[in-house]
């Protein structure tokens, strides 16, 4: 397979976006049909940013989002969009930092990104749910109101603990599919060399 | 019937769309909302075939929201039921106004967000999304069941399952690339963008009644709600 063109790649980056966004969605639905007690919501953004840069990471991930409220499959998801863009930002400066190419160092920015991503949903949480999502994370809300903590606190708290688990794992299986793609079909598309330094690290 | 209510006019889903969001916010009474809830939104569903998605958003988004609501608000905090049960009201007749903001058929996508001034590279990624999402959440379930199949999950406790996500995910996106590739060459060739920007609107085949039916309503709960 030749590298694509550079009006091919304009037209490349229209397609891969649509499916970029549709792989995101699918992911929800394999985890959902696997019954997982985790969202594994941000993996299609974060191959996306690694893959394609932060802007592609970005409107995938926002959009991704945009279309689960589109499908009805979540009403509210378009509200956390802001969280997605975030990630995705993140990712991409961590990605150019070298922070994935070691196991530990990648354990690391999976608790930094998060601990971002509970701060950013923070507000969508206290002021559209009042705490009360609808997850696992809103027994850890309860409890720590029952123990006599403000909601606002409550909340921050059980995001710092559920949020940084959730992403640590989606970056752990973002890095493994990126480094198990096809190197020819990676080559082809993408003249990235963090993929490629990716691709050589242990 | 299913010709007569075809759909919401994009102008008039907008317009119901900013009445129902800010009656809803300022809606401080569980009879209103279930009442708009009941004779506005409900029969839009039913009318239009689409009382089990809704019904499913019921089940599996808004019944864990009210038990996490009956668990941080009474069992924790010491409110009441009516409270309870009026903050879920108003959250689901909320995304209910969403969801029915949201709910067009394929057939009008193009027309729809030609209509709300989408244009250009977005709209081509909006389209694009609505035409691939189907195939490749197809793709996902296939390769779920053939990893079933060939014996890779044996046992279904939650670190086989999660062990086998990044092994479903690498031919997803493989596909999704090669995907990408040929769909890029084949809309280069047709020169999609162009095609898109000629494209002829056609006259929406709108209902009135409906459409004077769901603004009528959502503007008196909107003046009752203030």
């Not at chain 1, 190197?183 to 993929?195: A, F, G, M, Q, R």
């Not at chain 2, 569903?45 to 019904?55: A, E, G, T, Y």
């Amino acid at each position: 397979m030749n590298a694509i063109s550079k009006t091919q790649q304009n037209f490349f980056k229209l397609t891969l976006i649509p499916l970029s966004i549709a792989v995101n969605i699918g992911i929800g639905l394999i985890v959902k049909s696997l019954n997982l007690p985790i969202y594994l919501d941000s993996i299609g953004t974060i191959i996306s940013t690694i893959l394609f840069g932060w802007q592609i990471g970005l409107i995938t991930g926002v959009l991704s989002f945009v279309f689960t409220t589109i499908l009805s499959l979540n009403p509210f998801a378009i509200f956390f969009s802001g969280t997605q863009a975030a990630i995705a930002i993140l990712i991409y400066i961590l990605a150019h930092k070298g922070w994935f190419k070691k196991t530990y160092s990648t354990i690391f920015s999976g608790i930094i990104v998060g601990a971002i991503a509970a701060i950013v949903s923070m507000p969508v949480i206290y002021y559209l749910f009042g705490g009360a999502t609808g997850n696992g994370a809103s027994i850890i809300v309860a409890y720590f109101i029952n123990k006599g903590l403000s909601p606002v606190n409550s909340i921050v708290i059980s995001g710092f603990i559920v949020e940084p688990i959730d992403k640590t794992i989606q970056i752990l299986i973002a890095i493994y599919v990126v480094k198990n793609l096809p190197t020819k079909l990676v080559t082809t598309i993408s003249n990235n060399d963090l993929i490629k330094r990716l691709k050589s690290a242990k | 019937m299913k010709d007569v209510f075809y759909s919401i006019h994009p102008y008039t889903r907008i317009c119901f769309l900013a009445l129902g969001i800010t009656g809803t916010i300022f809606a401080n009474r569980i009879t209103i909302l279930s009442l708009y809830w009941l004779f506005t939104l409900i029969p839009f569903f039913v009318i239009n075939r689409k009382l089990v998605s809704h019904i499913k958003v019921l089940l599996f988004v808004f019944l864990p929201i009210y038990l996490s609501y009956i668990l941080i608000y009474v069992w924790a905090s010491k409110f009441g039921f009516d409270y309870v049960s009026f903050r879920v009201a108003k959250l689901m007749v909320f995304a209910t106004v969403i969801q029915i903001f949201f709910s067009f058929k394929s057939n009008e996508q193009i027309d729809t967000f030609l209509k709300w001034k989408f244009k250009g590279n977005l709209l081509l990624v909006i389209l694009g999304t609505f035409s691939v999402i189907d195939d490749i959440v197809k793709q996902s379930d296939k390769i779920v069941t053939a990893r079933y199949a060939r014996g890779f999950i044996k046992d279904r406790n939650i670190y086989n399952t999660i062990k086998q996500i990044p092994q479903t995910l690498v031919p997803l996106f493989a596909i999704a690339i090669r995907t990408s590739i040929e769909r890029s060459d084949s809309w280069e060739r047709k020169d999609m963008l162009s095609l898109l920007s000629n494209w002829e609107q056609k006259r929406y085949r709108t209902h009135y009644l409906s459409d004077i039916w769901i603004l009528i309503t959502t503007t008196l709960y909107l003046v009752i709600s203030l």
